[in-house]
């Protein structure tokens, strides 16, 4: 069973920076999309940044000139950079990928990883 696991959450204090990684366990061939989401507490998941698998980034309005997410396709690992942050971005981001193919074949056509905490405060 191929999971995802995400690392680099914690507390950061407003204006300062995290980066995240998210990489799959397992042999993977491929991975299509690769995404962040992020969970508030009360709010509903709310997408962050995707970036496919040539590397075109997406990105919602509030992260911006702000956040930067990337790829190492070699390594199937998703980074997104946090720079800037504010008490607002604190949430639970979670890593999403889209069709992924271990190297016996086997075709996730989605995964999430199990969050990290990101707090941002002073």
């Known amino acids: 069973q191929v999971q995802l696991v995400e690392s680099g959450g914690g507390l950061a204090q407003p204006g300062g920076s995290l980066r995240l990684s998210c990489a799959p366990s397992g042999n993977i061939f491929s991975i299509n999309v690769m995404g962040w989401y992020r969970q508030a507490p009360g709010k509903q998941r709310e997408l962050v940044a995707t970036?496919?698998?040539?590397?075109?980034?997406n990105y919602a309005d509030s992260v911006k000139g702000r956040f930067t997410v990337s790829r190492d396709n070699a390594k199937n690992t998703a980074y997104l950079q946090m720079n800037s942050l504010k008490p607002e971005d604190t949430a639970v981001y979670y890593c999403n990928a889209d069709r992924v193919m271990t190297m016996t074949a086997i075709v996730y056509l989605e995964l999430w990883g199990q969050g990290t905490l990101v707090t941002v405060s002073s």
């Open positions: 970036i496919s698998s040539a590397g075109r980034p």
